[in-house]
Protein backbone atom coordinates (compact mmCIF):
# COMPACT_ATOMS: atom_id res chain seq x y z
CA UNK A 1 0.00 0.00 0.00
CA UNK A 2 1.60 3.41 -1.19
CA UNK A 3 2.17 5.85 1.70
CA UNK A 4 0.85 8.75 1.93
CA UNK A 5 2.59 12.19 1.41
CA UNK A 6 1.96 15.18 3.55
CA UNK A 7 0.05 17.13 0.87
CA UNK A 8 -2.31 14.11 0.59
CA UNK A 9 -3.03 13.61 4.03
CA UNK A 10 -3.81 17.51 3.99
CA UNK A 11 -6.01 17.27 1.13
CA UNK A 12 -7.92 13.89 2.28
CA UNK A 13 -8.48 16.17 5.58
CA UNK A 14 -9.89 19.34 3.80
CA UNK A 15 -12.06 16.81 1.15
CA UNK A 16 -14.05 14.98 3.91
CA UNK A 17 -14.77 17.83 6.30
CA UNK A 18 -16.17 19.78 3.20
CA UNK A 19 -18.50 16.56 2.40
CA UNK A 20 -19.31 16.31 5.77
CA UNK A 21 -20.18 19.69 5.96
CA UNK A 22 -22.60 19.29 2.98
CA UNK A 23 -24.46 16.64 3.99
CA UNK A 24 -25.36 18.07 7.34
CA UNK A 25 -26.88 21.25 5.24
CA UNK A 26 -28.89 18.85 3.23
CA UNK A 27 -30.17 17.27 6.54
CA UNK A 28 -30.82 21.00 8.19
CA UNK A 29 -32.49 21.90 5.39
CA UNK A 30 -34.95 18.48 4.87
CA UNK A 31 -35.81 18.68 8.69
CA UNK A 32 -37.06 22.44 8.30
CA UNK A 33 -39.22 21.39 5.56
CA UNK A 34 -40.98 19.04 7.42
CA UNK A 35 -41.02 21.38 10.43
CA UNK A 36 -42.62 23.75 7.82
CA UNK A 37 -45.17 21.39 6.35
CA UNK A 38 -46.17 20.72 10.81
CA UNK A 39 -46.84 24.46 11.04
CA UNK A 40 -49.83 24.54 7.40
CA UNK A 41 -50.81 21.43 8.93
CA UNK A 42 -51.69 23.27 11.73
CA UNK A 43 -52.81 26.40 10.65
CA UNK A 44 -55.73 24.56 8.27
CA UNK A 45 -56.79 22.60 10.96
CA UNK A 46 -57.04 25.53 13.33
CA UNK A 47 -59.07 27.55 10.66
CA UNK A 48 -61.60 24.96 9.73
CA UNK A 49 -62.30 24.24 13.56
CA UNK A 50 -64.66 27.25 14.42
CA UNK A 51 -67.32 25.31 14.36
CA UNK A 52 -66.21 22.49 16.44
CA UNK A 53 -68.27 21.14 19.59
CA UNK A 54 -66.16 21.33 23.02
CA UNK A 55 -64.86 17.71 22.87
CA UNK A 56 -63.25 18.14 19.70
CA UNK A 57 -62.00 21.26 20.61
CA UNK A 58 -60.37 20.17 23.41
CA UNK A 59 -59.04 17.16 21.71
CA UNK A 60 -57.78 19.74 18.44
CA UNK A 61 -55.85 21.89 21.23
CA UNK A 62 -54.09 19.17 22.47
CA UNK A 63 -53.32 17.76 18.97
CA UNK A 64 -51.86 21.52 18.03
CA UNK A 65 -49.64 21.55 21.12
CA UNK A 66 -48.42 18.49 20.39
CA UNK A 67 -47.65 19.46 16.68
CA UNK A 68 -46.25 22.59 17.63
CA UNK A 69 -43.73 21.05 20.41
CA UNK A 70 -42.94 18.71 17.25
CA UNK A 71 -42.02 21.99 15.59
CA UNK A 72 -39.67 23.25 17.91
CA UNK A 73 -38.11 19.95 18.24
CA UNK A 74 -37.54 19.54 14.78
CA UNK A 75 -36.09 23.19 14.25
CA UNK A 76 -33.48 22.20 17.24
CA UNK A 77 -32.14 19.49 15.02
CA UNK A 78 -31.75 21.70 12.31
CA UNK A 79 -30.15 24.52 14.21
CA UNK A 80 -27.46 21.51 15.98
CA UNK A 81 -26.92 19.95 12.43
CA UNK A 82 -26.25 23.68 10.84
CA UNK A 83 -24.07 25.00 13.71
CA UNK A 84 -22.29 22.03 13.09
CA UNK A 85 -21.79 22.65 10.04
CA UNK A 86 -20.57 26.04 9.91
CA UNK A 87 -17.95 25.41 12.63
CA UNK A 88 -15.04 27.50 12.16
CA UNK A 89 -12.17 25.29 12.67
CA UNK A 90 -8.82 26.38 11.33
CA UNK A 91 -5.98 23.05 10.53
CA UNK A 92 -2.78 24.41 11.68
CA UNK A 93 0.30 23.19 8.72
CA UNK A 94 2.97 20.89 10.19
CA UNK A 95 5.85 20.63 8.59
CA UNK A 96 6.98 16.97 7.18
CA UNK A 97 10.30 17.22 9.03
CA UNK A 98 8.25 18.19 12.45
CA UNK A 99 5.57 15.23 11.47
CA UNK A 100 8.85 13.05 10.75
CA UNK A 101 10.53 13.65 14.41
CA UNK A 102 6.81 13.18 15.98
CA UNK A 103 6.43 9.96 14.11
CA UNK A 104 10.17 9.06 15.15
CA UNK A 105 9.55 9.58 18.98
CA UNK A 106 6.49 7.88 19.04
CA UNK A 107 7.81 4.92 17.53
CA UNK A 108 10.78 4.41 19.98
CA UNK A 109 7.47 3.61 22.73
CA UNK A 110 6.28 1.28 19.87
CA UNK A 111 3.27 3.20 18.12
CA UNK A 112 3.28 3.85 14.88
CA UNK A 113 1.34 7.01 13.54
CA UNK A 114 -0.13 8.64 10.48
CA UNK A 115 -3.55 11.35 9.75
CA UNK A 116 -1.86 13.82 12.26
CA UNK A 117 -3.84 17.12 12.27
CA UNK A 118 -3.53 20.25 14.09
CA UNK A 119 -6.66 22.00 15.12
CA UNK A 120 -7.79 25.02 16.23
CA UNK A 121 -11.54 25.14 17.18
CA UNK A 122 -14.13 27.96 17.57
CA UNK A 123 -13.07 28.98 20.51
CA UNK A 124 -9.33 29.47 20.05
CA UNK A 125 -8.64 26.04 21.59
CA UNK A 126 -6.08 23.70 20.23
CA UNK A 127 -6.86 20.19 19.25
CA UNK A 128 -4.62 17.20 17.98
CA UNK A 129 -6.28 14.39 15.62
CA UNK A 130 -3.86 11.37 15.56
CA UNK A 131 -4.29 7.84 13.72
CA UNK A 132 -2.27 5.26 15.60
CA UNK A 133 -1.45 1.41 16.60
CA UNK A 134 0.68 -0.07 19.09
CA UNK A 135 2.96 -2.07 17.50
CA UNK A 136 4.15 -3.85 20.81
CA UNK A 137 3.28 -5.89 23.29
CA UNK A 138 3.50 -3.40 25.95
CA UNK A 139 0.25 -1.50 26.92
CA UNK A 140 0.28 2.58 26.29
CA UNK A 141 -2.58 4.56 27.63
CA UNK A 142 -4.04 7.50 25.30
CA UNK A 143 -3.21 9.58 28.81
CA UNK A 144 0.57 8.80 28.32
CA UNK A 145 0.34 9.76 24.76
CA UNK A 146 -1.35 12.83 25.61
CA UNK A 147 2.01 13.80 28.19
CA UNK A 148 4.32 12.44 25.37
CA UNK A 149 2.68 14.88 22.61
CA UNK A 150 2.27 18.18 25.32
CA UNK A 151 6.21 17.90 25.12
CA UNK A 152 6.57 17.33 21.53
CA UNK A 153 4.24 20.22 20.29
CA UNK A 154 4.92 22.13 23.41
CA UNK A 155 1.50 22.40 24.44
CA UNK A 156 -0.66 21.27 27.43
CA UNK A 157 -2.68 18.13 26.05
CA UNK A 158 -4.82 15.97 27.91
CA UNK A 159 -6.58 12.71 26.51
CA UNK A 160 -10.69 12.84 25.17
CA UNK A 161 -13.00 11.80 27.26
CA UNK A 162 -14.28 9.84 24.32
CA UNK A 163 -10.93 7.78 23.59
CA UNK A 164 -10.08 4.11 24.24
CA UNK A 165 -7.67 4.30 27.50
CA UNK A 166 -5.18 1.79 25.52
CA UNK A 167 -3.81 1.75 22.14
CA UNK A 168 -4.89 -0.99 20.57
CA UNK A 169 -3.33 -2.98 17.70
CA UNK A 170 -5.60 -1.98 15.41
CA UNK A 171 -5.72 2.10 13.25
CA UNK A 172 -7.95 4.32 15.07
CA UNK A 173 -7.79 8.20 15.13
CA UNK A 174 -7.59 9.33 18.72
CA UNK A 175 -8.31 13.04 20.08
CA UNK A 176 -6.57 15.21 22.00
CA UNK A 177 -7.17 18.39 23.28
CA UNK A 178 -5.54 21.94 25.05
CA UNK A 179 -6.03 21.65 28.87
CA UNK A 180 -8.34 23.56 30.45
CA UNK A 181 -6.64 26.63 32.53
CA UNK A 182 -8.54 25.51 35.84
CA UNK A 183 -9.27 22.08 37.84
CA UNK A 184 -12.41 21.22 40.22
CA UNK A 185 -13.21 19.03 42.94
CA UNK A 186 -16.81 17.91 43.55
CA UNK A 187 -18.66 17.04 46.81
CA UNK A 188 -22.27 15.53 47.75
CA UNK A 189 -24.03 15.16 51.09
CA UNK A 190 -27.25 13.85 50.99
CA UNK A 191 -29.92 13.10 53.85
CA UNK A 192 -33.42 10.99 52.95
CA UNK A 193 -36.58 12.12 54.45
CA UNK A 194 -37.26 10.45 57.85
CA UNK A 195 -40.41 8.67 56.95
CA UNK A 196 -38.90 7.46 53.10
CA UNK A 197 -36.40 4.71 52.17
CA UNK A 198 -35.37 6.50 48.98
CA UNK A 199 -34.73 10.10 47.85
CA UNK A 200 -36.91 12.56 45.35
CA UNK A 201 -33.35 14.28 44.87
CA UNK A 202 -31.02 13.25 42.13
CA UNK A 203 -28.17 14.98 40.88
CA UNK A 204 -25.02 14.97 38.23
CA UNK A 205 -22.00 15.82 37.41
CA UNK A 206 -20.95 15.77 33.72
CA UNK A 207 -18.61 17.06 31.15
CA UNK A 208 -20.41 18.09 27.99
CA UNK A 209 -17.48 19.42 26.13
CA UNK A 210 -13.88 19.17 26.70
CA UNK A 211 -12.99 21.43 29.19
CA UNK A 212 -17.21 22.27 30.57
CA UNK A 213 -18.01 21.08 33.49
CA UNK A 214 -22.30 20.79 34.52
CA UNK A 215 -24.10 20.51 37.57
CA UNK A 216 -27.33 18.98 37.50
CA UNK A 217 -29.57 18.96 40.72
CA UNK A 218 -33.34 17.93 40.85
CA UNK A 219 -35.77 17.97 43.62
CA UNK A 220 -38.98 15.94 42.55
CA UNK A 221 -42.11 17.14 44.35
CA UNK A 222 -43.32 14.98 47.13
CA UNK A 223 -41.02 12.43 48.32
CA UNK A 224 -40.42 9.01 47.86
CA UNK A 225 -40.54 6.36 44.83
CA UNK A 226 -42.54 8.45 42.89
CA UNK A 227 -40.38 11.61 43.41
CA UNK A 228 -36.89 10.35 42.59
CA UNK A 229 -38.24 8.91 39.26
CA UNK A 230 -39.44 12.08 37.98
CA UNK A 231 -36.32 14.15 39.44
CA UNK A 232 -34.01 10.84 37.91
CA UNK A 233 -35.48 11.76 34.73
CA UNK A 234 -34.99 15.38 34.72
CA UNK A 235 -31.44 15.01 35.49
CA UNK A 236 -31.13 12.10 32.79
CA UNK A 237 -32.72 13.57 30.08
CA UNK A 238 -30.66 16.73 31.05
CA UNK A 239 -27.59 15.22 30.52
CA UNK A 240 -28.39 13.50 27.15
CA UNK A 241 -29.72 16.55 25.46
CA UNK A 242 -26.78 18.92 26.29
CA UNK A 243 -24.28 16.20 25.26
CA UNK A 244 -26.16 15.80 21.63
CA UNK A 245 -25.97 19.99 21.55
CA UNK A 246 -29.52 20.71 22.11
CA UNK A 247 -29.57 24.25 22.99
CA UNK A 248 -30.57 24.30 26.86
CA UNK A 249 -33.94 26.34 26.49
CA UNK A 250 -34.93 23.48 24.38
CA UNK A 251 -34.06 20.64 26.18
CA UNK A 252 -35.99 22.50 29.34
CA UNK A 253 -38.76 22.49 27.15
CA UNK A 254 -38.78 19.03 26.46
CA UNK A 255 -38.15 17.68 29.88
CA UNK A 256 -41.27 20.09 30.88
CA UNK A 257 -43.26 18.18 27.58
CA UNK A 258 -42.29 14.82 28.85
CA UNK A 259 -43.29 15.63 33.08
CA UNK A 260 -46.73 16.94 31.47
CA UNK A 261 -47.13 14.37 29.51
CA UNK A 262 -48.01 11.99 32.61
CA UNK A 263 -51.10 13.72 33.07
CA UNK A 264 -52.90 13.38 36.69
CA UNK A 265 -50.08 11.11 38.05
CA UNK A 266 -47.38 13.78 37.27
CA UNK A 267 -45.38 15.23 39.47
CA UNK A 268 -43.75 18.39 39.38
CA UNK A 269 -39.76 18.58 39.83
CA UNK A 270 -37.22 21.50 39.89
CA UNK A 271 -34.30 22.40 37.66
CA UNK A 272 -30.72 23.79 38.74
CA UNK A 273 -28.06 23.59 36.57
CA UNK A 274 -24.77 25.05 36.68
CA UNK A 275 -22.52 25.10 34.07
CA UNK A 276 -19.20 26.24 34.15
CA UNK A 277 -16.58 26.37 31.33
CA UNK A 278 -12.84 25.53 33.06
CA UNK A 279 -10.75 27.37 30.47
CA UNK A 280 -11.77 30.79 31.21
CA UNK A 281 -13.84 30.39 34.97
CA UNK A 282 -17.07 31.74 32.99
CA UNK A 283 -20.38 30.20 35.03
CA UNK A 284 -23.93 30.03 33.94
CA UNK A 285 -26.47 29.21 36.44
CA UNK A 286 -30.13 27.91 35.15
CA UNK A 287 -32.91 28.00 37.70
CA UNK A 288 -36.17 26.77 37.31
CA UNK A 289 -38.03 26.63 40.49
CA UNK A 290 -35.20 25.71 42.70
CA UNK A 291 -33.43 27.03 45.66
CA UNK A 292 -30.78 29.57 45.81
CA UNK A 293 -27.41 28.42 44.92
CA UNK A 294 -24.22 30.19 46.04
CA UNK A 295 -20.98 31.36 45.16
CA UNK A 296 -18.16 31.80 48.05
CA UNK A 297 -15.28 33.90 47.43
CA UNK A 298 -13.31 33.59 50.81
CA UNK A 299 -15.47 34.61 53.65
CA UNK A 300 -17.56 36.38 50.67
CA UNK A 301 -20.84 35.05 49.59
CA UNK A 302 -22.87 35.63 46.36
CA UNK A 303 -26.37 34.59 46.76
CA UNK A 304 -28.27 33.42 43.10
CA UNK A 305 -32.04 32.53 43.53
CA UNK A 306 -35.28 32.52 41.26
CA UNK A 307 -38.80 33.20 41.57
CA UNK A 308 -39.91 30.95 38.85
CA UNK A 309 -42.40 28.12 39.25
CA UNK A 310 -40.89 24.42 38.86
CA UNK A 311 -41.22 21.95 35.57
CA UNK A 312 -44.34 20.32 34.79
CA UNK A 313 -46.78 22.93 35.43
CA UNK A 314 -47.30 25.24 32.45
CA UNK A 315 -46.75 24.46 29.18
CA UNK A 316 -44.18 26.70 28.65
CA UNK A 317 -41.94 26.65 31.70
CA UNK A 318 -40.38 30.14 32.55
CA UNK A 319 -36.63 30.03 32.82
CA UNK A 320 -33.66 32.43 34.64
CA UNK A 321 -30.25 32.41 33.55
CA UNK A 322 -27.41 34.52 35.56
CA UNK A 323 -23.79 34.46 34.28
CA UNK A 324 -20.76 35.11 36.85
CA UNK A 325 -17.14 34.93 36.64
CA UNK A 326 -15.48 32.28 39.16
CA UNK A 327 -11.68 32.63 40.54
CA UNK A 328 -9.29 30.60 42.11
CA UNK A 329 -10.16 28.97 45.05
CA UNK A 330 -14.05 29.78 44.22
CA UNK A 331 -16.81 27.83 45.31
CA UNK A 332 -20.15 26.99 44.45
CA UNK A 333 -23.14 25.64 46.51
CA UNK A 334 -25.95 24.16 45.02
CA UNK A 335 -28.92 22.98 47.20
CA UNK A 336 -32.70 20.69 47.08
CA UNK A 337 -35.43 23.17 49.16
CA UNK A 338 -34.92 20.42 52.13
CA UNK A 339 -31.93 22.71 52.99
CA UNK A 340 -33.49 25.93 53.67
CA UNK A 341 -36.57 24.25 55.05
CA UNK A 342 -35.14 22.82 57.78
CA UNK A 343 -33.46 26.76 58.78
CA UNK A 344 -36.18 27.91 61.35
CA UNK A 345 -37.90 31.02 61.45
CA UNK A 346 -37.60 32.28 58.25
CA UNK A 347 -34.66 33.44 57.32
CA UNK A 348 -33.13 30.07 56.29
CA UNK A 349 -31.22 32.09 53.31
CA UNK A 350 -29.65 34.79 55.24
CA UNK A 351 -28.37 31.38 57.76
CA UNK A 352 -27.26 29.63 55.25
CA UNK A 353 -25.13 32.59 54.12
CA UNK A 354 -23.51 33.14 57.11
CA UNK A 355 -22.35 29.59 57.61
CA UNK A 356 -21.03 29.34 53.91
CA UNK A 357 -19.19 32.36 54.26
CA UNK A 358 -17.48 31.39 57.81
CA UNK A 359 -16.50 27.93 56.65
CA UNK A 360 -12.65 27.55 57.01
CA UNK A 361 -13.05 24.31 55.01
CA UNK A 362 -11.56 23.98 52.00
CA UNK A 363 -12.23 20.15 50.64
CA UNK A 364 -15.66 20.21 48.63
CA UNK A 365 -16.70 16.98 50.42
CA UNK A 366 -16.29 17.98 54.20
CA UNK A 367 -18.06 21.41 53.28
CA UNK A 368 -21.08 19.95 51.98
CA UNK A 369 -21.14 17.55 54.83
CA UNK A 370 -20.94 20.53 56.96
CA UNK A 371 -23.80 22.65 55.18
CA UNK A 372 -25.86 19.37 55.85
CA UNK A 373 -25.15 18.51 59.71
CA UNK A 374 -25.38 21.90 60.45
CA UNK A 375 -28.91 21.81 58.73
CA UNK A 376 -30.35 18.23 60.13
CA UNK A 377 -29.11 19.95 63.65
CA UNK A 378 -30.89 23.17 63.35
CA UNK A 379 -34.32 21.06 62.80
CA UNK A 380 -33.36 18.60 65.69
CA UNK A 381 -32.91 15.79 63.27
CA UNK A 382 -36.35 15.34 62.35
CA UNK A 383 -35.60 15.30 58.68
CA UNK A 384 -38.76 17.03 57.31
CA UNK A 385 -37.58 16.58 53.57
CA UNK A 386 -34.74 15.25 51.25
CA UNK A 387 -31.82 17.29 51.98
CA UNK A 388 -29.56 17.12 49.02
CA UNK A 389 -26.09 19.49 49.16
CA UNK A 390 -23.63 19.97 45.79
CA UNK A 391 -19.90 21.76 46.41
CA UNK A 392 -17.89 22.44 43.44
CA UNK A 393 -14.25 23.75 44.24
CA UNK A 394 -12.48 25.62 41.46
CA UNK A 395 -8.70 26.37 41.54
CA UNK A 396 -6.13 27.20 38.97
CA UNK A 397 -3.73 24.90 37.54
CA UNK A 398 0.21 25.52 38.11
CA UNK A 399 1.90 27.07 34.85
Not at 298 to 305: E, G, N, T
Request: aromatic letters at 6%; hydrophobic letters at 40%.
Amino acid sequence: MKKQSLGEREELGSILPEYGRRKLLTYADSIRELADSFKETEQIQRDGGKNQDRRDYVWQKRLNENKELMVTHLEEMAQIMLSLAEETRRCIPMGERRFKQIAHALREVGIQIKNLYLIENEMGHMEVSLTMKNMRADTLSSEEIGDLLSVLLNMHLVSAGDNAFFIGEEWQTYYFVQEAKFHVLTGVAKAVKETEKISGDNYAFFEGNAGNLTAVLSDGMGSGEKACTDSTMVVELMQKFLEAGFQMEVAIQMINSALLAGGENANMSTLDLCSLDLYNGECRFVKVGSACSYIKRQHLVDRISSGNLPLGIFQKPDTEAVGRTLMDGDYVIMVSDGILDALSQGIGEDMLSELIGGSSLENPGEMANAILNFCIHQCRGHIRDDMTVLVIGIWKKDE
